[in-house]
């Protein structure tokens, strides 16, 4: 048996655009990728603080500070919504019981906070 938990998530994230126009995706800047330990084209869950929509896409690298919604989810947010960014890992109970995801605390401007 395996299970589905969280393995990272960017928490507080202010979204800085959303392009109905393009194909699909969010946006992130590239530091953040790495950061919370995420790849392009992984599906992430988006969770807005304001309205409370929650909803998966996936993910593209964007700009430094970029946190932008694409295509139908650009109708999901608004520009200054508060969002987390949520990604999930497949383990066995074991493993999971031990695991630790990476979260990574970011301020207004999308900048990450150090402890």
């Not at 969280?6 to 994230?13: F, M, N, T």
């Not at 520009?79 to 990476?102: C, L, N, Q, S």
Request: aromatic share 6%; charged share 25%; with cysteine.
């Amino acid at each position: 048996m395996k299970i589905e938990l969280l393995s990272s998530k960017i928490h507080r994230a202010v979204v800085t655009d959303a392009n109905l126009n393009y194909v699909g995706s969010i946006s992130i800047d590239d530091e953040l990728i790495k950061a919370a330990n995420l790849c392009e084209w992984q599906k992430v869950d988006i969770l807005n603080i304001n309205n409370g929509e929650r909803f998966s896409t996936y993910v593209i690298k964007g700009k430094k500070g970029e946190i932008c919604l694409n295509g139908a989810a650009a109708r999901k947010v608004c520009v200054g919504d508060i969002v987390i960014i949520a990604a999930y890992a497949t383990m066995k109970p074991k493993k999971a019981r031990e695991f630790k995801p990476t979260i990574v605390q970011v301020n207004s401007k999308n900048e990450i906070i150090k402890d």
